[in-house]
């Protein structure tokens, strides 16, 4: 007798006792075979089968290979070695284009970077900015209404900063002393600070540096900020220095572009990238909204790299620049005049976010990751990328377009800490898990948004964690007025550590307030 699902069994038993007994023997039910299927590990099954795809072809046609070479016997040998003998020219003309492709292909090819420190400045605890602090010194200051107060109190709630953010000391003071003075005073103090650092963790000496290359959006005195590091330093004097001003948060992947090429130009040499932003000259006093934004963001930083082409510093450098990619949107209108300097309507100047930066910002990733993609993701994500687009034009223009996942192709990702939206849309969009955008997200909450230089401190915050290992590709990706979108790939070279004196070295293992 079956029914409900089990299956009921009666024995008329065969004993003296001619008892009935009854068994019930339950069915279990088939497992649900598409539940038990971890896509995830297909997927992975998948990436490494179309990776290894070339290697897993040749090894039968080597393994066949090797069997017929061992089936020759001497006079096999032989008869090889004449028909070579009688074919000299053939062989001397194959052989010399052979040396001469070789030749040409090693001249010619790009130097490999070195990365070999880097160093973030940290600065002293008592130009920490408390949050009460930040309002209390706004509201003395006089110059922002009750609704500007406000605003800038709903932003600093929502932007992702700590209480140990950094600002300079002439804002500090009641009223703020913003002067040429005083904005040249902190441009000395975090670059400096961050030289000092590298020069004493490295060993290397200022006179040794062929290229200077420093980026500083909206400070940019006379003499330049390279002269200042030449005249402290005293640097040779044919050094080539380079300075970078009004190219936003991405210039500092705009210098370490520059600086590579100019080490493929000349030889063994050291290239020095220095990254900052200054914010003594720049800070907004009026009431306009847009423009009120970067002083709830913005706090004081500074990265100094060690860049070199010599071939003897690979053993002790941390990492090799594997990739550099830029994308200007600077033609489009619209992505132009997002991030602007202006006057308002009361003459005071500041920098003004347009409410399109997130789309903006959005359309330039895309870009960016279009041209980046080919050269990072492995063959299985390029080709399943092909596939659905080839089905989007051709067949059915509804068909979603594959979001290639980078996380096959990057260990770690270091994504500009503009703001806790920036991070936000770019976890979203690329599919990261909390733990790839950890190091942003502290980034931000621990220094705030130190410009170009907040991708230096999430690189520190990676090694500070210890989780950097030999072979692991680290994405570091940037947004910046023009509009900019800029990518750096390196791959570590070693098990890396944090280097002595670094930004987190107290702090790393602290959890939020």
Same mark, same amino acid.
């Given at each position: 007798m079956v029914g409900g699902g089990g299956e009921t069994q009666i024995d008329n038993g065969g004993g003296g006792g001619g008892g009935i007994q009854?068994?019930?023997?339950?069915?279990?039910?088939?497992? !649900?075979?598409?539940?038990?299927?971890?896509? #995830?590990? /297909? #997927?992975?099954?998948?990436? &490494?089968?179309?990776?290894?795809?070339?290697?897993?072809?040749?090894?039968p046609l080597i393994f066949i290979s090797l069997i017929e070479a061992s089936q020759m016997n001497p006079e096999d040998v032989h008869q090889l070695w004449v028909h070579l003998q009688y074919n000299l020219?053939?062989?001397?003309?194959?052989?010399?284009?052979?040396?001469?492709?070789?030749?040409?292909?090693?001249?010619?090819?790009?130097?490999?970077?070195?990365? %070999? !420190?880097?160093?973030? &400045?940290?600065?002293?605890?008592?130009?920490? /900015?408390? &949050?009460?602090?930040?309002?209390?010194?706004?509201?003395?200051?006089? !110059?922002?209404?009750?609704?500007?107060?406000?605003?800038?109190?709903?932003?600093?709630?929502?932007?992702?900063?700590?209480?140990?953010?950094y600002l300079p000391e002439a804002m500090h003071s009641i009223p703020p002393k913003p002067s040429m003075a005083a904005a040249r005073e902190e441009a000395e103090q975090v670059m400096f600070g961050a030289l000092d650092s590298l020069f004493k963790n490295t060993g290397i000496k200022p006179k040794d540096i062929g290229v200077l290359v420093v980026n500083c959006s909206l400070f940019n005195p006379t003499p330049s900020l390279s002269a200042m590091i030449v005249n402290k330093y005293k640097l040779r004097g044919n050094i080539r220095s380079f300075n970078l001003g009004g190219m936003g948060c991405s210039a500092g992947v705009i210098a370490i572009d520059l600086?590579? !090429?100019?080490?493929?130009?000349?030889?063994?040499?050291?290239? /020095? %990238?220095?990254?900052?932003?200054?914010?003594?000259?720049?800070?907004?006093?009026?009431?306009?909204?847009?423009?009120?934004?970067p002083n709830c963001l913005f706090r004081m930083g500074c990265s100094a790299v060690l860049l070199s082409n010599k071939s003897v510093d690979k053993r002790r450098a941390k990492y090799k620049l594997v990739h550099v990619v830029r994308t200007h949107r600077g033609s489009d209108g619209k992505a132009f005049n997002c991030v602007y300097q202006e006057q308002d309507d009361a003459g005071k100047v500041g920098v003004s976010l347009s409410k399109d930066l997130m789309a903006i910002a959005g359309g330039a990733l895309k870009t960016n990751i279009t041209t980046l993609g080919p050269l990072v993701l492995p063959i299985s994500e390029q080709l399943l990328f092909f596939s659905t687009l080839v089905m989007k034009k051709l067949f059915n223009d509804k068909v979603k377009p594959y979001i290639p996942d980078f996380k096959l192709a990057f260990d770690h990702f270091c994504i500009h800490a503009g703001g806790r939206a920036v991070i936000d849309e770019l976890e979203k969009n690329l599919q990261l898990l909390p733990l790839h955008v950890e190091a942003s997200r502290m980034t931000l909450h621990r220094f705030g948004n130190t410009s170009s230089s907040s991708i230096w401190y999430e690189l520190a915050y990676i090694e500070a964690k210890g989780r950097m290992r030999k072979g692991n590709r680290v994405w570091q990706i940037a947004f910046g007025s023009g509009f900019k979108c800029n990518s750096a790939v390196w791959e570590a070279l070693r098990n890396v550590k944090q280097s002595p004196k670094g930004p987190w070295e107290d702090c790393v293992d602290r959890q939020k307030d």
């Open positions: 009854i068994q019930e023997r339950r069915r279990l039910p088939l497992p !649900d075979f598409l539940q038990s299927v971890n896509l #995830k590990y /297909v #997927k992975l099954g998948y990436h &490494y089968l179309m990776t290894h795809l070339l290697t897993l072809c040749l090894i020219v053939s062989v001397i003309t194959c052989s010399a284009v052979l040396v001469f492709g070789s030749t040409v292909y090693i001249m010619t090819r790009p130097r490999p970077i070195y990365l %070999v !420190d880097y160093s973030c &400045y940290r600065p002293p605890e008592h130009l920490q /900015v408390k &949050y009460q602090q930040f309002m209390e010194h706004s509201r003395l200051t006089g !110059d922002f209404d009750e609704s500007s107060l406000e605003f800038q109190r709903k932003i600093l709630e929502r932007a992702g900063l700590g209480e140990e953010t600086a590579r !090429d100019m080490l493929q130009v000349h030889r063994n040499t050291y290239a /020095v %990238v220095v990254s900052t932003e200054n914010i003594t000259q720049n800070w907004y006093f009026g009431n306009k909204k847009s423009m009120l934004i």
